[in-house]
């Protein structure tokens, strides 16, 4: 394949090479050549059927589900132009037209950051896509397709083809100029740091960034970074610069976190490391994405927990948690989300604890008066990675959607995976004095709205059953059928 490079930075005309005879041809594309100009994956392709005139953009999706896009004509012939909206691109605001069709066989690689269209010259036009990143209909965007600032010379285009009258969508037609956009497209790749990374939830921040073509990413754990070391932690984030943090690393060890030997040591953890972590971030002017948990509410209240419910934790933990949140809110530029029954691929949950004794006991006692949401790291990176790249800074409650009590969930669990398996439910007291065990306080009630999530425009997480099914999916593939 031939890369032939345009006036505008990082575009390029691609020509792969066709091997003919009397036959016709055969041509092929490598996705690990496009890979090279920065294109991350062959996500979506999609196609258009267009008649001559119709004008179609201009177009772009918002971050982080901007998309970069190969295009090309398969019939007919269309003029595509393509505008730089990367504030930091030597080619910023400048556009470019290309003709494609299958004659000429070119094709066009759009990067991520700009607006694309095309104008179809002749009837019967199909037109194709291949695109990087999810479609995402709420981030779909654009600006106005004959917008001044911008300049395309669409009198020109339109004589010169011998159109009589461009055809667009009423959306396309309206759309807002550059000016009064907010669109912040940036060629220089963000950068993430990670704390906490061999977590569950750690692990999978860091796969989805990658998923979505993000590799500046700085992932960390406590022998790479010790957050209670506010010395460590000034050097790395101040060298790294990130522009955002997702502060994972904390001591999640809830009933151990009760014994007073341990506890100066959580507190370190949990209050003086997120500490440590937010004075950086704010020397360096970083986003501070930070997971806090259900248990800063006491679990009493009737019905669902809204963030602005006061805390009132009953657990050291739960108090570590909620000191954290505060030194959080420090940073203008936070997000705090609180989360519970986590369960990811790499590390110890509630499922894999369940599957395993589910290989040597017949009955179980799991309680039945803690009520909340499982919740599957990946569905929950997914969103922490889109709220990053927001402004919509403050507090959420982000898990699965539904409810259920451990004793559910256990009983879930098993029927998934055709276990034989009875699930008795019992009262946390009556668990206790069964197993003669100690625990720290847990909340009976951890049903947490996620009104104010929607209502800022991000989407609901899946069902915790449907969550569960994925995981387990996924589990049983890594580490083959738990029989």
């Given amino acids: ?105 070119r094709m066009l690689y759009v990067p991520r950051g700009f607006a694309h269209g095309f104008v179809s010259l002749e009837d019967d036009t199909l037109f194709e896509y291949y695109v ?69 939830l750690g692990y999978d921040i860091k796969r989805e960034l990658n998923n979505r073509g993000e590799y500046n990413v700085l992932a960390l754990d406590r022998e790479e970074m010790d957050i209670t070391s506010k010395e460590q932690v000034d050097k790395v984030i101040e060298t790294y610069k990130p522009d955002v943090i997702f502060h994972c690393a904390a001591w999640t060890a809830v009933d151990k976190a009760e ?78 989300t609180r989360i519970s029954w986590v369960f990811g691929i790499n590390g110890n949950n509630f499922i894999k604890t369940m599957l395993k004794l589910s290989l040597t006991h017949d009955s179980l006692n799991v309680v039945n008066d803690q009520v909340g949401s499982p919740t599957y790291t990946v569905d929950l990176a997914r969103l922490l990675v889109e709220m990053a790249e927001t402004e919509k800074y403050g507090t959420y409650n982000v898990n699965n959607e539904g409810f259920c ?15 034989k398996t009875i699930i008795n439910p019992v009262t946390t007291e009556e668990y206790l004095d069964i197993t003669k065990t100690t625990q720290a306080y847990r909340p009976r009630n951890s049903k947490l709205s996620k009104d104010k999530l929607e209502a800022n425009g991000f989407d609901r997480l899946p069902s915790w059953e449907d969550a569960t099914n994925r995981y387990i999916k996924e589990l049983n593939e890594k580490e083959g059928k738990l029989r």
């Avoid at 055809?167 to 912040?184: A, C, G, Q, Y």
């Avoid at 451990?406 to 995976?417: D, G």
Wanted: aromatic content about 10%; overall charge negative; proline content about 3%.
């Fill in 1 to 105: 394949m031939e890369t032939i490079k345009t006036t505008l930075q990082d575009c390029y005309i691609l020509e792969p090479k066709r091997f003919g005879d009397a036959r016709g041809y055969f041509e092929s594309i490598i996705e690990a050549d496009l890979k090279d100009l920065g294109f991350n994956r062959i996500f979506q392709v999609s196609n258009s059927l267009s008649g001559k005139g119709i004008v179609r953009g201009l177009h772009f999706q918002r971050n982080p589900y901007c998309q970069a896009k190969v295009v090309r004509c398969h019939r007919g012939a269309v003029l595509d132009v393509v505008v730089d909206l990367r504030r930091d691109s030597d080619s910023y605001k400048k556009w470019e037209s290309f003709l494609l069709t299958p004659e000429n066989g």
């Fill in 132 to 200: 990087d990143n999810e479609y995402k209909p709420r981030l779909e965007d654009g600006i106005l397709w004959n917008d001044p600032e911008v300049g395309i010379n669409w009198d020109e285009i339109i004589k010169e083809y011998d159109i009589k009258e461009p055809i667009l969508s009423d959306k396309d037609r309206d759309r807002t100029k550059l000016k009064d956009t907010n669109v912040d497209f940036s060629r220089r790749a963000h950068r993430y740091l990670i704390t906490g990374y061999r977590g569950q």
């Fill in 259 to 336: 014994d007073e030997s341990l506890k100066d040591k959580v507190y370190d953890v949990n209050v003086t490391g997120t500490k440590n972590i937010v004075d950086a971030s704010l020397k360096v002017g970083a986003k501070v994405v930070y997971m806090s948990t259900d248990y800063v509410f006491d679990g009493t209240k009737d019905g669902l927990y809204t963030e602005d419910d006061k805390p009132n934790p009953k657990s050291y933990y739960g108090e570590t948690k909620c000191l954290g949140e505060d030194e959080v809110r420090r940073n203008p530029k936070h997000f705090i």
């Fill in 405 to 419: 009590s451990w004793a559910e969930f256990a009983e879930y669990i098993m029927k998934s995976n055709n276990k």
